[in-house]
């Protein structure tokens, strides 16, 4: 580790501390190539050798220059566990920030920070809003860069990364991806050094199992015996188990994850020693404690049998407790969503690929999966020191597929990763933005801007960029967010308000529209139904027999909903109000306080998708509030109040409690029930009474008697009253 300089004292010591010994091959590469003297590199190596700590050299580096680092994550719920992982430099001087929560807040908290983790959504949110700190940054990081190729969030991690390029001279850009097919292209577009390995720092076997036996890589096969009427996933669990392994299994849905669990746990649980048993079912109580939904249960039970699933419908928590449980060798076996492969580093001896297809609405039935995905899931397999070599393996029970799998995902080469920035939804909102932030006041300039994204360094459509930006062009001023005139183009001051509110500019064009029509009959409902029919929202699907239930739903209420309703002969439209409008009466339900497990149980949701549903639809509530108000509509109260109502989901007489720090929901009904109604009555509250109706929480009450503003919260020597607790009506 001597080779290491630039970096704070005392790193090199503490990264042997943690047993990095030696730099990875890739890692040493990446250090040759300047990573750590300011140089960008695109390090395209396979999942779990090492490119974290690559980014971590490069921050490190940064931070020692004086300079401020960004690290780009690709998933939300990576922000955390990321900033946690770095916050171990925390004794070299170096402070940590993660940015997560409503798009436009936070941007100057931040400023104090030496390196910031976020979304790319939220990069480019903050730079909308004129986070000055960006101008400091000496370093960015974007983790998982080959998901510039994803239709749906890839243009913004593209744009945000030629933004900040654009805007900071000299920014050193370190691009961590998985082995992509073009990983050269990638380097030519950000003007990067190139790592390119194919090193792992365990050896990888990877095969097919079909009939009695696991075909390897190496022409050789192995005996692996399917038992009459077991899976052939489940006979690989049992063989991994008698070679004292665990696996990881990868499937194609949420149900599917869950039922592959169950059934697993059978094989699974006739292992086990009496000890294991014990040690489960006190993993299964943590899981139980969490919440107590259906899925925990379901969840649970499998642990208890040494088995879990894994995919992003699980609250936190449980991801989290299976994770370790894994990682400690108690569970034996997860089945996972691809959710897993991306970002959780948690390996297995044996990675079995159960589902290599999917279904895809667009394409009409199911799809298999891209070659750089299946790679992304058998890098999972094998631990680094603790295993001989990890093993991957695809199934089929068709022999002709044998050969074909092979083909396909054993001796190919990933895709290439290209661009998907031309869709028209991803030029709309990101050139309002490029010409609200004043980053473009020409159409040439925008079109010089638009030059330094992967789109123009991959297209050899000369003309095509130049067309579709102009159509949007068109729509922008078509709804007066943009002037155009002779000396330029300008964002009005909607037009700066929806770039700033980060919403797709036709959800902004939806909800004027809507807010406009709004009177004295519009609902909570129907504000909820305004945010989930723009595009910002992913509605519910509509199974069968919900056409029927939604549309006499409709009948009942349209004059709840602003705006008209399209006719049913315009099928498509029509569909689409109604999955609003199923979308918007779960909200309904969690406002009026429906047990969660109820909702996810109506609506064929995980406990997850819920939270999920209410935070999109409080934020662009939230935006919906700021455009009323910027255009003096007179709906803005009943807008804001129905935005409370959702981030509580509580009804309106419990907002001003549910407010309170520490209470929310559920607490908030048992302290209405035992007659605190609002935020004074608690403060003047009796202080039995408060614990009584806290279940007799102590620690609770007494933060929650604090943040009200209780002159004296204290509970030492109150005892509950039994007449305000939860069972007592
Ligand atoms: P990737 O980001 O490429 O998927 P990670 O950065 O998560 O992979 O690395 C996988 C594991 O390897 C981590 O547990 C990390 O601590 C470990 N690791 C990384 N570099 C080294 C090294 N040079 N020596 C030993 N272990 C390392």
Redesign the pocket.
Known sequence: MTELTGLPDGVPEH?EG???????PP?AEAVERGVTEGESLVAS??????????AELAMLAAVERGEKALYIVPLRALAGEKASAFERFERFGLSVGVSTGNYESDGERLANNDVIVATSEKVDSLVRNGAAWVDRLGCVVA?EVHLVDDAHRGPTLEVTLAKLRARVEDLQTVA?SATVGNADELAAWLDAELVDSDWR?IELRTGVHYGQALHLDDGTTKELPVERGESQTAAIVRDTLHDDGSTLVFVNSRRNAEGAAKRLAAVVEKELTDDQRVELASVAEEIRAVSDTETSETLASAVERGAAFHHAGLAKEHRELVEGAFRDRLVRTVCATPTLAAGV?T?ARRVVVRDWQRYDGDAGGMQPLDVLEVHQMF?RAGR??LDPYGEAVLVTDDHDGLEGLFDKYIYADPEPVRSKLAAEPALRTHVLATIATGFATTRSELLEFLDGTLYAEQTDEAGRLASVTDDVLAYLDANGFVERDDDGIRASETGHLVSRLYVDPMSAAEMIHGLREADADTTPLGFYHLVSRTPDMYELYLRSGDRETYTEILYERADEIPGSTPSEFSEGEFEDWLAALKTATLMEDWTEELDEDRIAERYGVGPGDIRGKTETAEWLLGAAERLAGELDLDCVRAVRDARKRVDYGVREELLDLAGVRGVGRKRARRLYRAGVEDRSDLRNADKATVLGALRGRRKTAESVLAAAGHPNPEMDDVAADPAAAPDAD
């Open positions: 990264l943690e047993g990095i010994e030696a730099l990875y890692q190596v396979p999942t779990a050798s090492g490119k974290t700590l690559i983790d961590l720092p580093n390996p890098g680094p020191g």
